[in-house]
T-cell receptor
Framework: QKEVEQDPGPLSVPEGAIVSLNCTYSNSAFQYFMWYRQYSRKGPELLMYTYSSGNKEDGRFTAQVDKSSKYISLFIRDSQPSDSATYLC??????????FGPGTRLSVLP | GAVVSQHPSWVICKSGTSVKIECRSL??????MFWYRQFPKQSLMLMAT?????????EQGVEKDKFLINHASLTLSTLTVTSAHPEDSSFYIC?????????FGPGTRLLVL
């Protein structure tokens, strides 16, 4: 079993849809959870950062962490074509040894 | 967020030549720098971790003599791909360590002909 699993997609949705992106993990010691957005031929850009369990909202983005289920989610409301990118989840123990998911390719169709 | 720069942003070279990639942490003194490689449609693969003032730590399967890493100062780390071959063509991304989360440079695209 991989340490972090993520559906690679591609995921195609119509503009305005709610997008749900998910990752599961096996290491219960992970404390820091991140979501990155990566456009083609660019470096990953940090979107959301959460410590431990709970929800965090920032504009159209909501990150959820369920440590009991070892499951994290990123929700995108009112998705836009500009949201089309690859979304990577990442997690770490105490800010060390970051582990990345393989990324989900998202296409938002106008 | 952190400000990280990489130079060059892309490079094309002939097989057998060496290429140096610079990574600068512009607003954060990084004692550690992570170097990643990313092939098309694949996720980030950690290659090595450079440490200011000491030798880099390489991941399994990464040749340390081929990928030379130097962490000259708290704001500068370099990755040199020696005797590059077409299979080294990839997207190389650096990330300063030492924070609770990671910020990435814009990446350097290398194409070896």
């Amino acid at each position: 079993q991989k340490e972090v699993e993520q559906d690679p997609g591609p995921l195609s949705v119509p503009e305005g849809a709610i997008v749900s992106l998910n990752c599961t993990y096996s290491n219960s010691a992970f404390q820091y959870f991140m979501w990155y957005r990566q456009y083609s031929r660019k470096g990953p850009e940090l979107l959301m950062y959460t410590y431990s369990s709970g929800n965090k909202e920032d504009g159209r983005f909501t990150a959820q962490v369920d440590k009991s289920s070892k499951y994290i989610s990123l929700f995108i409301r009112d998705s836009q074509p500009s949201d089309s990118a690859t979304y990577l989840c990442a997690m770490s123990v105490g800010g060390q040894n970051f582990v990345f998911g393989p990324g989900t390719r998202l296409s938002v169709l106008p | 967020g952190a400000v990280v720069s990489q130079h060059p942003s892309w490079v094309i070279c002939k097989s057998g030549t060496s290429v140096k990639i610079e990574c600068r942490s512009l607003d954060f003194q990084a004692t550690t720098m992570f170097w990643y490689r990313q092939f098309p449609k694949q996720s980030l693969m950690l290659m090595a971790t450079s440490n200011e003032g000491s030798k880099a730590t390489y991941e399994q399967g990464v040749e340390k003599d081929k990928f030379l890493i130097n962490h000259a100062s708290l704001t500068l780390s370099t990755l040199t791909v020696t005797s590059a071959h077409p299979e080294d063509s990839s997207f190389y991304i650096c990330s300063p360590g030492g924070r609770e989360t990671q910020y990435f440079g814009p990446g350097t695209r290398l194409l070896v002909l």
